[in-house]
């Protein structure tokens, strides 16, 4: 079961470009990363997902090296609205379930 | 498309009584996952449901259970609840579960007294 190391906790001013790292050093083979945002008393939010390479979509990007073991989580020009908790999940979605970490805080000032 | 619905929203109970849960996932998905989240131990995993088996297990008692039914809708029992099963309860669909791409529903937020 793989498992992941994000900071705890990190802070920006708004219209910054924010990048959360996480990493992921036993991935297996089968295993995507995915990010997830969640607000306080609020269901995780699926933001991004991906295998190698980069994926973008209209809310964020995500970069993966070669070597898979770490992925960096690219949210452009913050908002105070994007203050909430960031989950990296590792894992394939099969046989073994997909685990939560603590996430990364992030707190956007004004 | 509706998202993943959540009944009841906010429930009270008392120690010892039993509770109901249920999840509506997204039309299509038969994916359907349980977790429960509270501030000492953050969400955690407590079963997956695929086509009405049971595929993956979380660390859990035997207290938690659940189903899901042939509409791939999910029902998750708690029997002889504690003070400590207070949480927010967290159910997540997706369409295989494979890759896992989850849609999460607002939550049951159960209350034991």
């Known amino acids: 079961l793989a498992k992941t190391t994000q900071p705890i906790s990190m802070d920006s001013y708004e219209g910054q470009e924010v990048n959360i790292t996480c990493s992921h050093n036993?991935?297996?083979?089968?295993?995507?990363i995915t990010w997830y945002q969640q607000f306080p008393s609020q269901g995780p939010r699926f933001i991004i997902q991906?295998?190698?390479t980069k994926v973008t979509n209209e809310v964020a990007s995500l970069f993966i090296p070669a070597d898979r073991k770490s992925s960096t989580l690219s949210l452009p020009r913050v908002s105070l609205s994007d203050t909430a908790v960031y989950y990296c999940l590792v894992g394939d979605g099969g046989n073994t379930p997909l685990v939560f970490g603590k996430g990364t805080r992030l707190s956007v000032i004004a | 498309k509706a998202g993943v619905t959540q009944t009841p929203r906010y429930l009270i109970k008392t120690r010892g009584q039993q509770v109901t849960l249920s999840c509506s996932p997204i039309?299509?998905?038969?994916?359907v996952s349980w977790y429960q989240q509270t501030p000492g131990q953050g969400l955690q995993f407590l079963f997956e449901y695929f086509s009405e088996t049971q595929r993956n297990k979380g660390n859990f008692p035997g207290r938690f259970s659940g189903r899901q039914f042939s509409n791939s809708r999910s029902e998750m029992n708690v029997s002889t609840l504690e003070l400590g099963d207070s949480a927010l309860y967290l159910c997540?669909?997706?369409?295989?579960?494979?890759?896992?791409?989850?849609?999460f529903g607002p939550g049951t937020r159960l209350t034991v007294t």
């Open positions: 997540a669909s997706s369409l295989s579960g494979r890759p896992p791409e989850q849609y």
């Open positions: 036993n991935i297996a083979t089968n295993d995507y």
């Open positions: 991906g295998y190698k």
């Open positions: 039309s299509g998905h038969r994916s």
